[in-house]
C-alpha cells in the first residue's frame, strides 16, 4: 500500500520539498531496523526495497541516493550476520536494489573485495 502510493505520487522531478517528504519516511523506516523492531525486518525490507524503485521512478536523483545510501551499510552487516533471520528478504533487498540503482552505482559504493585468490569452481 505504501508503495502504490508513493510510486503513483512520485514525480518524475523531485523538487526539494519532496526530497525532504521521502527523507522523512524513509527514516522513519529505516528506525525499525534497531534490535527491538526485529520480529519485523522482513517487512522493512520490502519496504525499503521499494524506497529504491521510488528512486528509480524519480530518474535516479542524487539527492535522493545520497540518503538511501547511507543505509546500505546496514544492510551489508546483516547480509555478514549468519545468523540473520531473514536472508531470503534481505537479499530480494539486494536485487531490488541492484537492479534499480545499477550495478555501476551500486559497485561504487560496495566494491568487489576481489583477491585474485577466489575459486571458480562451482562445486
Known amino acids: 500500500v505504501i508503495y502504490c502510493c508513493l510510486l503513483s505520487n512520485a514525480p518524475s522531478e523531485a523538487n526539494p ?18 534490535q527491538s523492531y526485529r520480529h519485523i525486518w522482513n517487512q522493512t525490507l520490502i519496504i525499503i526495497s521499494k524506497f529504491f524503485q ?30 540473520f533471520a531473514y536472508p531470503f528478504e534481505l537479499n530480494r533487498c539486494f536485487e531490488n ?12 559504493e560496495f566494491p568487489l573485495k576481489l583477491t585474485g585468490k577466489e575459486s571458480l569452481d562451482l562445486q
Open 17 to 34: 520539498r519532496a526530497i525532504e517528504v521521502l527523507n522523512e519516511m524513509f527514516k522513519t523506516v529505516a528506525q525499525t531496523l534497531t
Open 54 to 83: 521510488i528512486y528509480k521512478a524519480m530518474g535516479s536523483n542524487d539527492s535522493l541516493w545520497k540518503i538511501l545510501k547511507n543505509y546500505l551499510p546496514v544492510l551489508e552487516q546483516f547480509y555478514n550476520s549468519p545468523n
Open 97 to 108: 536494489i541492484i537492479s534499480n540503482v545499477g550495478p555501476r552505482k551500486f559497485l561504487e
